[in-house]
């Protein structure tokens, strides 16, 4: 079978409203009567665990360059995406070996003793935010804690001077959109916009960081080198602008599904509290259960043959990392549920895979530590209080208000 859905009377539908919400009966849907799918759009999405984790440790592009031909190109043509998100110059933008230098040399800042150097930080924010909490009786969890913390922690690991955080919080809100398959041309020009402006941002603050020095991420990133190579000032404006936006945008997801998934399940909820030694592996569980990027993206440089069905040369593939964290021919029939002792949780594709691993998943697992392991011992009793609203996006899906009582 070449181009074809397993089950052709299968439409699926990432925009409908109620999608957003809960999109895992439709994941369910998709690995059973079509794990190959391709979208009228023009993208093709794989759903089972064992092909997408195949297909990430595959040789295949993430560069834009390589689509052939279909809406997504078009779209991406007319809306002057080629080759401008943040320059192209990003590690999330580029294949080996420029992939691979650029990563070696954003590695050489980003290290795990970095990382564990920020436990006593988070610890602070986080006590400070349940603070406020505490005396407030109800908040929205996302402005409260899920999005503040990783914003904060971010900045600061950069080394960022005072700025507008509104301002900012508004041009990477619409800069991760470009992670999402976007079927309006307007909305597509909106996403280029914001992505320069927030690069001329950004080239702002490295110009002044290189007159004022300090012992942060930014100051090592323009001092890190290798063999005497250095990352440019397109490619260290690009990479900032990736840290700064993965940085936080996905972790304000894991946070606010974590949180909302224990107060629908209160005797894990409970677990937890009795059992603290649990949280890492908790934080496992969370982000398996409900992945905060739920997809990513390549594009076939070859022919791909999976489950029967070949893929052409130049198809823009959404693998399906939520699903994958789903799929009950890997994880059991218990797959849709919270299970916070589950012994293989680990094993969740919610970082991807491959080379493009997510180089922020220690920093994302420290802040959900740190945010769970407190979070319920403080507020044995948070529940909901009132509706969840959830920020429309199929890929970095999440409550943009989640409404509790402490």
Not at 252 to 269: D, F, T
Not at 377 to 402: C, I, K, Q, Y
């Amino acid at each position: 079978m070449t181009g074809t859905a397993a089950d052709e009377t299968f439409v699926f539908d990432p925009f409908a409203p109620e999608f957003a919400e809960n999109p895992y009966p439709v994941y369910r849907e998709l690995q059973v009567r079509a794990p190959v799918y391709e979208h009228p759009l023009g993208f093709w999405m794989l759903s089972r665990r064992e092909d997408v984790f195949a297909f990430l440790r595959s040789q295949q592009s993430v560069e834009a360059r390589n689509i052939d031909g279909g809406d997504m190109r078009r779209m991406a043509t007319e809306a002057g995406m080629d080759d401008r998100r943040n320059g192209g110059q990003s590690m999330l933008d580029k294949d080996p070996p420029d992939h691979t230098r650029l990563r070696k040399l954003v590695s050489k800042a980003f290290t795990p003793r970095s990382i564990e150097a920020l436990e006593p930080q988070v610890d602070e924010l986080v006590d400070e935010a349940l603070d406020a909490m505490a005396e407030a009786g109800s908040v929205d969890l996302v402005e409260a804690l899920a999005l503040p913390l990783p914003f904060t922690v971010i900045s600061r690991m950069l080394g960022m001077p005072p700025h507008d955080h509104a301002y900012v919080r508004e041009l990477a809100g619409l800069v991760v959109k470009a992670l999402e398959p976007i079927d309006d041309p307007v909305l597509l020009k909106q996403v280029v916009e914001a992505d320069v402006e927030l690069a001329g941002f950004i080239e702002d603050i490295v110009a002044w960081k290189r007159g004022n020095p300090g012992d942060d991420l930014l100051t090592g990133l323009i001092a890190a080198e290798e063999d005497g190579d250095t990352l440019t000032d397109t490619e260290l404006v690009s990479q900032v602008v990736l840290l700064y936006v993965a940085g936080h945008e996905t972790t304000v997801n894991l946070i606010a599904n974590g949180s909302l998934a224990l107060m629908r399940n209160p005797e894990q909820h409970a677990l937890l509290r009795e059992q603290p030694d649990l949280t890492g592996n908790a934080v496992e569980e969370l982000l398996r259960f409900d992945s905060p990027v739920q997809h990513t993206r390549r594009v076939t440089l070859e022919p791909y043959e999976v489950a029967g069905t070949t893929i052409p040369r130049g198809a823009y593939v959404m693998a399906g990392l939520a699903s994958a964290n789903r799929d009950p021919e890997f994880w059991g029939e218990d797959a849709g549920e919270l299970r916070l002792e589950r012994p293989n949780a680990r094993q969740h594709l919610s970082f991807g895979g491959g080379p493009h691993h997510c180089l922020g998943a220690a920093l994302a697992r420290l802040e959900g530590r740190v945010a769970f392991g407190r979070l319920v011992h403080r507020f044995p009793g948070m529940a909901l209080d009132g509706e969840v609203v959830w920020n429309g996006r199929m890929n970095l899906r999440g409550p943009s208000t989640l409404p509790v009582s402490v």
